[in-house]
T-cell receptor, first 115, second 117 residues
Framework: GAVVSQHPSWVICKSGTSVKIECRSL??????MFWYRQFPKQSLMLMAT?????????EQGVEKDKFLINHASLTLSTLTVTSAHPEDSSFYIC???????????FGPGTRLTVL | AQTVTQSQPEMSVQEAETVTLSCTYD???????LFWYKQPPSRQMILVIR??????QNATENRFSVNFQKAAKSFSLKISDSQLGDAAMYFC??????????????FGKGTHLIIQP
């Protein structure tokens, strides 16, 4: 149980285009989903927290107009990187948690390469 | 703001030996959780062990155990009988306890663990 999927697993796009990444909780309803970013050989950095039906809460320094997050249902959150540039190339990981539960369940990640 | 520090970028251990990974953290909160995650080359984050700050007893999971020193804000991971499959990046992480599970994790920079056959 507690499986989280991400789609796509990798994506290559041209500079200036937008890319959408999906995060799904497959066998549970996630009250909260999180988006992290991991640069090569670095740690995970929390980008934003999203609760179903509410606006996402972004960490300091993360541009909310560039990284659009939608959490329309208890099983799906999407991250859209708008007007992507090469510096947005990174590994994006989502996680999901249940209300009053102490653990986050991580997706397998999405590798974004912007040419 | 809370910070998590892992001072060992890389550690190497012989197969079947024991290794300890260090982690310190800084927080003004009294209730929080600490975690160790493993990230193998697949990059899938795998929870290794979890410690609730209010519990004095150190958590253990089979060959993995922690030494939690709340006053010193230290949270080390001991891996006994190291196996080749333990080779990975290990991240120490912190989460404040807010009662709803709606807080993100703060991660350390990670320790690359190498297992020598």
């Amino acid at each position: 149980g507690a499986v989280v999927s991400q789609h796509p697993s990798w994506v290559i796009c041209k500079s200036g285009t937008s890319v959408k990444i999906e995060c799904r909780s497959l066998d549970f309803q996630a009250t909260t989903m999180f988006w992290y970013r991991q640069f090569p050989k670095q740690s995970l950095m929390l980008m934003a927290t999203s609760n179903e039906g509410s606006k996402a809460t972004y960490e300091q320094g993360v541009e909310k107009d560039k990284f659009l997050i939608n959490h329309a249902s208890l099983t799906l959150s999407t991250l859209t990187v708008t007007s992507a540039h090469p510096e947005d190339s990174s590994f994006y990981i989502c996680s999901a948690s249940l209300l009053h539960y102490n653990e986050q369940f991580f997706g397998p990640g999405t590798r974004l390469t912007v040419l | 703001a809370q910070t998590v520090t892992q001072s060992q970028p890389e550690m190497s251990v012989q197969e079947a030996e024991t290794v300890t990974l260090s982690c310190t953290y800084d927080t003004s909160e009294s209730d929080y959780y600490l975690f160790w995650y493993k990230q193998p080359p697949s990059r899938q984050m795998i929870l290794v062990i979890r410690q609730e700050a209010y519990k004095q007893q150190n958590a253990t999971e089979n060959r993995f155990s922690v030494n939690f020193q709340k006053a010193a804000k230290s949270f080390s991971l001991k891996i006994s009988d190291s196996q080749l499959g333990d080779a990975a990046m290990y991240f120490c992480a912190y989460r404040v306890y807010s009662g709803g599970g709606a807080d993100g994790l703060t991660f350390g920079k990670g320790t690359h663990l190498i297992i020598q056959p």
